[in-house]
Structure formats: structure tokens, C-alpha cells
């Protein structure tokens, strides 16, 4: 049997007492280490479950499939992924891969930024579609969930963005040398999501736009490390957030749409200024 | 400490190891039992657990929160919920109840619905606004999730749809009379679901409305049980749902919107007819 385990959003202790059973016994233990961090890392997992874990990157995930998947037919073989194992498309395709081979495959769900988000107390059922924003550079700027949030606001609804991780990159030298080089991982924080943001809207007010999404007032709630025991959550105007230390890695961002009454009072909970959220 | 523990979809062993952990130390633990259900209930818990749960139902959480807070400034308490503490608004209110009475308070995430139903293979950040489709009664058919999934539908996003739940519900009689009888425990299946779906689409069409959100051939997805050792996914077009027994509760429905190249390979393993998803 192949187990997709999810991890949950904290540390060790954050598996479940079916997923934690099912690591202990399995053959062979991978852990997917490139769509999310666990706090303590490999080292701390390998010590909380007495056995040894192999990390598998994103080339492994993706291009060696087959290595992951091997004798899952006759044994038992455990994947963990940080959060649920479904919140990453690639997973998808390791599933459709096994289901190629003929190998049966069981979940263990565990919490997400997609669930777990309801902690700073919008509702679940307000949010609209999640977006990504990444990391831009000088050459490539994509805004084009710009438009995925303008369909959010415009019904109301709030909007979770994911903040862009970079894990294993290659510089084009590197890549085009063919060097098995790797950049340090960079995890994008609330204050550049914000500043990317800021930078859109600056974009098309010069552009002539007058019916933006949203602006520099709009209220946001930046996340860091939601389920960890540091969690931070602040509620803040958009342009407030460059200058707003959330702490380490990983961030993620809200820009709230419609608020009813007993998400307003929550929020109040984490306005970085009390009388900003009315 | 005020402990908030979701305990995922499935059965006792899907809390967490630290959930667990504080659950075995805290003076008293409650848990919630009226916004969804779990494998075994009370008794399997409480043999797993090895101690003793209070049942919370809807009346006292609502309305007699004080006694469950009840001295969690001084001593650790815990409320167990199923799935994911902030799935419900209810939970909510707590928290700001707990806020008023100045009791600190931690939350154990786990999965909840509106995470695992990526399970299915339909990609969670495609999804629009999640809705609740209510049971209806002679003299009152509520349908204004119609308009959500429309909006949803019109820009391509799935809908996922919470079914109703309702437990310790009293008949008007024994209510105005204030006996306290309550009926049995009654959960939405899917074919209901999608009857009342169906029947939506037949009233507008009645009124001569022709850009209907969707219609009786738009594939939709039924889940009964996810994260449960019996979970049953099937994939089939809306009018076929009303004829498929979908097992034991809880259910939950998916009307899909526009689906990628993967995600209909992912489905067609849930295919009622293998031709359906294309």
C-alpha cells in the first residue's frame, strides 16, 4: 500500500496518531520537502519517529516517480507531505502515476493553509479562489492574479494568497551549465506580497484604471506560521504591510472582501491599529 | 489554557499526537456534537482517549459557553470538534466569548472537508465559494445557494456544497410546547442533494429563464465519508445522483466548473460510466 500522509502546519507532533502508526511500520518513509517547511526539519521528524526518512525533491517527485513508487504493490511505502497531501497539484500526478502501476494508495488528511486559515476568523465559506503570487523579477513581473482577485472582490468574497516559496533554484547560468548548483531557498514575505500589490494598482491607476480591486486602504490580514506555537496574524490597510515584520517563514496573505459583523470582531483580535477595522 | 482540537474526518485515530497529548492532561474535555459526526462517537473516544468526554451540544455551546470556559484561566479545557476547529461560525463566537473573559487560547488544527475534497482530484484553489444546501420542507424551499454556484460556475470555479445536518431538532409542537423530545438525527444524502438541485433548474426553467447555471448533464461529484476507511468518491452527471446510494452519512457534493487536463484524469477514476468525464 502507497500512504500519502499529511504533516499538518506546525512540527513533529502535528502528524496524526493513524499517520505517526503508519510511518513507524512502513518500509520506506519519504519526506516531499519542496512545497512547504516543517519546523525542526528532517532531522527533528527522524527523531520523533525513531526511524530514518528520505527526502525527496521536487526533480524525485516529479521525474523519478517510480523510485518513490517502487514494490508499494508488496509493501508498505508512506510519502509525507507538509499540510494535506492534496493542497500541491503535483501530488495529483503521483496518485494518477500509481493508479498507472496498479497500486493502491490511501490518505491521511491533515490540516492546510486552505483550512486552517479560518483562525484569524473570516469565514471559510466567504473566501472565494485562492491565488499564488510570485516572486518577481526585473525582467518578469505576472500580475495575472490581479484578475483572479478582482473576480473575488467584485462577488464579495475574501482571497487567500499563497505566498511564492523557492526551493533547489538554479541560477540560468547554472541551469544552462548544467551545474547541480542550488540557490538558498527564499520564502516570500507579507511585505512583498504587499509591496507587489501596491506596485499593481500603482500600475493601472497610471494606466488610467479607475475601477481597481482593490487599494492601499483595503484591509488585508498577513499570516506567519499559522498552526505553529509562534503563529502571527495581523489585520492592517494594505499599504501598512511593507513596513510589518511578520517573523520567519512561511507567510501567507488575505485581502478581505465583504466582512460580516462577527469576522470584523475577530479581526479586531489583530488590527495592528484598533481602529482601523470598523 | 482554552484548547481548541479538531479531530479530522475520520475515526479516534485521526486527531493529532499533540492533540492527543493535551487531551490525556487537560481537568476537562468537551466535545462538540452537533455540526458533524465522527466513526464510533463518544464511547470509541473516551476507550481511546482513556478518560472521560462531556458531550456538548448545540444549546451549550451557544448558550451556556461560561461552563465549558469555566475556570480554563487557571486550568487547561478542551473542546474537540470534528474536523477542523474553524470550520463552523459557531466556533467562532467562542473564541470571542473566551476573549471577553480574558482566557488565552490555542487551536490544533486538523483536516476538515473544505481541505480533504481535494481528495477527489479536483484542484482545491479551483474552487469558488462553498455553500450549504439546506434540507427543505413543504412550505419552505430556501435556494439561494442557486445564485452562489452560479456565480461560481460563471467563472469556472467547482462548488463545493456542505449538506445539511440536523441533529436534536424538535418538532414545532414539542418546541412550543416546550417538551424537550428530539427527533431522530437526519443527514442530507447526495441523491437528496441533487433532487433538490434538480428541481431548482425545473422552477427556473418553468419561469421561462434560459441561462441556467447549470443543467441536468453538468458532472458533479459525491463524497460520503472522506478520510474514512470507506470513503466513496463517485463522479457522474447531476441527474444520475438521485439513483446512487452513496452509503452511510456524512455526504458532500461537488458541482464542478471548468475542469483542467488533470483533473479529468483524476475523476475518471471516480466515473460512474467511464465515458461520462471527458
Redo the contacts between chains.
Keep these: 500500500m502507497f500512504y500519502f500522509i499529511?504533516l499538518?502546519?506546525?512540527?513533529?507532533?502535528?502528524?496524526?496518531?493513524?499517520g505517526?502508526?503508519i510511518v513507524k511500520a512502513a518500509k520506506r518513509v519519504y519526506l516531499e520537502s519542496y512545497t512547504s517547511i516543517i519546523t525542526g526539519g528532517k532531522e527533528k521528524l527522524e527523531e520523533f519517529y525513531g526511524r530514518e526518512i528520505i527526502l525527496a525533491d521536487r526533480e524525485m517527485v516529479e521525474q523519478n516517480s517510480d523510485e518513490i513508487l517502487k514494490d508499494a504493490d508488496k509493501e508498505d511505502v508512506a510519502l509525507l507531505v507538509v499540510g494535506?497531501?492534496?493542497?500541491a497539484?503535483t501530488h495529483?500526478?503521483f496518485?494518477?502515476r500509481a493508479?498507472e502501476l496498479n497500486i493502491e494508495y490511501t490518505?491521511?488528511?491533515?490540516?492546510?493553509i486552505?483550512?486552517?486559515v479560518?483562525?484569524c476568523?473570516l469565514?471559510?465559506?466567504?473566501?472565494?479562489?485562492?491565488?499564488?503570487i510570485v516572486f518577481w523579477t526585473e525582467t518578469s513581473k505576472p500580475d495575472s492574479f490581479y484578475d483572479k482577485i478582482a473576480?473575488n472582490r467584485k462577488?464579495g468574497?475574501h482571497t487567500l494568497c499563497?505566498l511564492d516559496i523557492k526551493v533547489k533554484e538554479q541560477t540560468i547560468e547554472n541551469l544552462m551549465r548544467g551545474r547541480k548548483i542550488y540557490e538558498p531557498p527564499r520564502y516570500m514575505p507579507c511585505s512583498l506580497a504587499a509591496e507587489q500589490l501596491l506596485e499593481i494598482i500603482e500600475n493601472k491607476k497610471e494606466d488610467g484604471e479607475t475601477d481597481l480591486a482593490f487599494n492601499e486602504d483595503t484591509i488585508c490580514v498577513g499570516l506567519g506560521r499559522?498552526?505553529c506555537a509562534n503563529q502571527k496574524i495581523v489585520a492592517a490597510k494594505l499599504k501598512e504591510f511593507p513596513c510589518i515584520d511578520m517573523g520567519e517563514p512561511l507567510h501567507s496573505f488575505i485581502i478581505t472582501g465583504n466582512m460580516h459583523l462577527?469576522?470584523i470582531?475577530?479581526l479586531k483580535?489583530f488590527a495592528l491599529e484598533p481602529t482601523t477595522i470598523k
Tied chains: 1, 2.
Design positions: 499529511g499538518g502546519l506546525g512540527d513533529a507532533e502535528d502528524i496524526t496518531v493513524k505517526l502508526r494535506d497531501p492534496f493542497g497539484t495529483t500526478d496518485i494518477l493508479k490518505t491521511i488528511h491533515n490540516a492546510s486552505m483550512n486552517a479560518g483562525c476568523g469565514q471559510l465559506y466567504h473566501f472565494g479562489q485562492t491565488v499564488s473576480v462577488n468574497f499563497l499559522v498552526g462577527m469576522e470582531d475577530m483580535m
